[in-house]
């Protein structure tokens, strides 16, 4: 079946590491993006990809980095410059990166990452 | 620019009983509409999303939202909740004209459906 696949499902880091989480989507979109959720706060947007090797910055892309080298993938590295990076991270898609895409974003199942 | 507000965190209702979760939103055109729901530790799942025509937006599960332009509001509502249906509801928008391409989501609204 087509869809988001996000892994791992769970992540534990210790202070100091950078972590990647996957992102990979077999539906054919064009557009990509990260989220980070935390408790009370809604959706926050970390990055996203309108085509393949390009992307930009969302509301809170310090601390994180990513690649779009396929239309397929699109991974987030946590890296240790973010500071308080424990939170649920959500990989979404859609149809098209542009104005005129009047569908709806197509979400993974998440990623939680704990730092220790 | 273009912004959504979800006035209640939380929403309580008794099973079998109507449901209504509020949003309202902000654009300088016609908005894009869309509802998803989101159950603990699983990603958002779409429910429905209003574009142009029906004011009335049916969607998955028996939910549907009525859009009021003259309100700037876009509520989801279902008319007999159930227990099942206790989860957070995202509302989101999109400005197609003077806003981005990407959605803005509310904060959430937690739904408790008591048996």
């Known amino acids: 079946d087509g869809g988001i696949t996000q892994s791992p499902k769970y992540l534990f880091r210790k202070e100091g590491q950078n972590v990647t989480l996957s992102c990979e989507q077999n539906?054919?979109?064009?557009?990509m993006y990260w989220y980070r959720q935390d408790p009370g706060q809604g959706l926050r947007l970390i990055y996203y990809?309108?085509?393949?090797?390009?992307?930009q910055k969302g509301d809170i892309a310090e601390g994180y980095s990513v690649s779009r080298e396929k239309k397929e993938s699109f991974p987030l590295t946590v890296t240790s410059a973010q500071k308080n990076p424990t939170a649920f991270y959500l990989c979404?898609?859609?149809?098209?990166?542009?104005?005129?895409?009047?569908?709806?974003?197509?979400f993974g199942e998440g990623s939680r990452l704990t730092v220790l | 620019a273009q912004s959504v507000a979800q006035p209640e965190d939380q929403v309580n209702v008794a099973e079998g009983n109507p449901l209504t979760v509020k949003c309202t939103y902000s654009?300088?055109?016609?908005?894009?509409l869309f509802w998803y729901v989101q159950y603990p530790n699983r990603g958002l799942q779409f429910l429905l999303k209003?574009?142009?025509?029906?004011?009335l937006v049916k969607g998955s599960y028996g939910f549907e939202a009525e859009f009021n332009k003259s309100q700037t509001s876009f509520h989801l509502k279902k008319p007999s909740a159930l227990v099942s249906d206790s989860a957070l509801y995202f509302c989101?928008?999109?400005?197609?004209?003077?806003?981005?391409?990407?959605?803005?989501f509310g904060r959430g609204t937690s739904l408790i459906v008591h048996p």
């Open positions: 979404a898609s859609s149809v098209s990166g542009t104005g005129g895409n009047t569908g709806e974003l197509f």
């Open positions: 539906l054919n979109h064009d557009a």
């Open positions: 990809s309108q085509i393949v090797n390009d992307f």
């Open positions: 654009v300088s055109g016609n908005p894009y």
């Open positions: 209003y574009i142009t025509g029906d004011n």
């Open positions: 989101a928008v999109r400005d197609p004209v003077g806003g981005s391409y990407i959605p803005t």
